[in-house]
């Protein structure tokens, strides 16, 4: 299953976020969540365990509400495929500082490894361009991420898509808090924002 | 093609309803600043009202669950919002519905029904029979409005609890009160 050259999503993720700086980052139910977290827990990162579908719309919904922060939705190829729409819904908005990662593994897995369409006909980056996104591109190699990352930080140039062709080896869960309220409050607590 | 008879009215050009500008003043109220949207004949006033609001964002939407997720991301990120759709937009949004419990963030709904009080469309039926019931299970309080002179205090008690007391709540707006569609050929 696993072929040759293919990168590392470790690797990936680290490279990416190596510079965040204010940015917030959201990840997608599965193996992108734990990605995130083992780049480093965070009190700007949302770590999503559910809501499949949904990660690029939380995403879309933190940019519009901070447009002069940096926001990145990390997800996979899966979660990204069933919430395609999200796709023309970013292009309509054309928000400038989201940028949307997919880690494309062409596979679930976090259930057995079965073959996501990316595998065989879904070319996602067609589809963001399609939707209206012109920034979107294909990356192969960590030369690429390395610099693709930090135009991450520019907030007037996107929305932006990537979609990163990565090994699908398992690789050890690093395990977030699965608390959904304290991370959002977190998030909250990181820009200003109290409890009700 | 999205014409709804007026129950209160004999031409509907000259007597537009004026619950809708009562449901936008309280959203501006509530400082409202994300509204998401999958359109409805029976929100298109407001629609077009938010659209012309320089203080909030339309999001036209794919799909109604996009809204919920995008109402969660607008809370993390310090804005309200609320999401605008019909009755039969309700079963898309079932399991991002959790998302209101996972972050229990302040989501309000405003629903248009069809698929009762004289419905002429049979498809509409059974989405809108379990409408409240979906939302029910979902966790969501529901409040209804069905006469124009109520849907003021109604949407205004479900902006308050919603937005006050993070208690997610769907407003119903009542085939009644928006008037059911007329299909003509």
Not at chain 1, 47 to 61: C, D, F, S, T
Request: net charge negative; charged share 15%; proline share 4%.
């Amino acid at each position: 299953m696993s072929k040759a050259n293919l990168l590392d999503r470790r690797a990936v993720v680290g490279q990416l976020l190596a510079e965040r700086k204010d940015a917030i980052v959201v990840g997608g139910l599965g193996a992108s969540t734990y990605d995130i977290a083992a780049a480093g827990d965070h009190d700007r990162n949302l770590y999503l365990w559910g809501a499949m579908g949904g990660a690029v719309m939380i995403g879309l919904g933190i940019a519009l509400a901070q447009p002069k922060l940096p926001v990145v939705v990390i997800t996979g190829d899966g979660e990204m495929l069933m919430g395609m729409g999200s796709l023309a819904t970013v292009g309509l908005q054309k928000p400038g500082n989201l940028t949307i990662v997919v880690l494309d593994n062409e596979v679930y897995g976090e259930t057995g490894g079965q073959a996501s369409h990316t595998a065989a006909t879904v070319d996602l980056v067609g589809v963001a361009q399609a939707c209206g996104i012109a920034d979107a591109r294909a990356i192969a190699t960590i030369a690429e991420i390395e610099a693709y990352a930090p135009g991450l930080q520019d907030v007037s140039s996107g929305p932006r898509f990537a979609s990163v062709k990565i090994d699908s080896a398992n690789l050890e869960r690093v395990l977030s808090s699965r608390d959904g309220q304290y991370t959002v409050t977190r998030i909250r607590g990181a820009l200003g924002f109290g409890p009700i | 093609m999205h014409a709804r008879t007026e129950p209160s009215s004999e031409t509907a050009a000259e007597t537009a309803p004026s619950w809708p500008e009562d449901i936008f003043a309280i959203l501006q109220r509530f400082d409202v600043r994300q509204v998401p949207y999958v359109p409805d004949a029976g929100h298109s006033q407001l629609i077009e009202r938010v659209l012309g609001a320089s203080s909030m964002r339309a999001v036209p939407l794919t799909t109604e669950e996009e809204g919920v997720a995008l109402l969660a991301g607008a809370w993390a990120g310090g804005q309200r919002g609320v999401l605008l759709m019909q009755s039969s937009g309700v079963g898309n949004c079932v399991n991002m519905l959790s998302l209101t419990q996972i972050f229990r963030f302040p989501f309000l709904t405003l629903v248009t029904m069809r698929g009762e009080w004289g419905e002429f469309n049979p498809w509409q039926v059974p989405m809108g029979s379990s409408t409240a019931g979906v939302f029910e299970l979902s966790g969501i309080k529901v409040l209804r409005a069905s006469h124009p002179d109520e849907v003021r205090e109604v949407v205004e008690a479900g902006a308050g609890q919603a937005y006050n007391a993070c208690t997610p709540t769907a407003v119903l707006l009542s085939q009644r009160l928006i008037g059911a569609k007329v299909f003509t050929k």
